[in-house]
């Protein structure tokens, strides 16, 4: 089965500063997506960013990028710049290929300090 | 991107009574739904997928007489927790997907239910 590891329960920043949430996960299937989805205190969950497993190159959104090492199975999520709005829940998540459903991580609590 | 609305965004019920929580797309068919279930500081925990005409899959653990999933349209999923117990109270989300061209889109997610029995 795949497994998602958060090892971050909880992470601070300080506004305007960059911070790295940390994701590994476990597969051994070729074909997947990985994801870092936000969900800010209305629960509502948001797609930050999404990476093919077949793209070498690591995908960017604004002041969102993430760092795959597929070899190592790891997808860490860098925040540049951060904002008071950053501050959430941020859940790393995998699907293998097809119409599959998506297994997520225990989350990373990011507080944004002014 | 795509709209999914999830009613009611939050309920209260007594114990022993059912109540149902509704799963619509606005602007695409969803072939496929998804529930998930999350505790208070915890993690999203699928508990079914939903494919429109097709009976729902269950993950294991999940029970599914007490979990009704009805897809009869290829907008609206239905979740139904029957004789609801204290337990059973959480925060209920629903996540939809297209198939167009044969590719499947990403889910997009619904805003959740807290559900709540007393």
């Known amino acids: 089965a795949q497994t998602v590891t958060q090892s971050q329960p909880e992470m601070s920043v300080q506004e305007a500063e960059t911070v790295t949430l940390s994701c590994t996960y476990d597969?051994?299937?070729?074909?997947?997506?990985l994801f870092w989805y936000k969900q800010p205190p209305s629960r509502q969950m948001i797609l930050v960013i999404r990476?093919?497993?077949?793209?070498?190159q690591n995908a960017t959104e604004n002041r969102f990028s993430v760092n795959f090492q597929k070899a190592a199975k790891s997808f860490s999520l860098k925040i540049s710049d951060s904002q008071l709005g950053d501050a959430a829940m941020y859940f790393c998540a995998y699907r293998r290929g097809g119409n599959t459903p998506l297994v997520f991580g225990k989350g990373t609590r990011l507080s944004v300090i002014a | 991107g795509a709209v999914v609305s999830q009613h009611p965004s939050w309920v209260i019920c007594k114990s022993g009574t059912s109540v149902k929580i509704e799963c619509r797309s606005l602007?695409?068919?969803?072939?496929?739904m998804f529930w998930y279930r999350q505790f208070p500081k915890q993690s999203l925990m699928l508990m079914a997928t939903?494919?429109?005409?097709?009976?729902?899959?269950?993950e294991q653990g999940v029970e599914k007489d007490k979990f009704l999933i009805n897809h009869a349209s290829l907008t609206l999923s239905t979740l139904t927790v029957t004789s609801a117990h204290p337990e059973d109270s959480s925060f209920y989300i629903c996540s939809a997907r297209d198939r167009t061209g044969g590719i499947y889109t990403e889910a997009f997610f619904g805003q959740g239910t807290r559900l709540t029995v007393v």
């Open positions: 597969t051994s299937e070729s074909d997947y997506y």
């Open positions: 602007d695409f068919q969803a072939t496929t």
């Open positions: 939903s494919n429109e005409g097709s009976k729902a899959t269950y």
């Open positions: 990476q093919e497993a077949y793209k070498q």
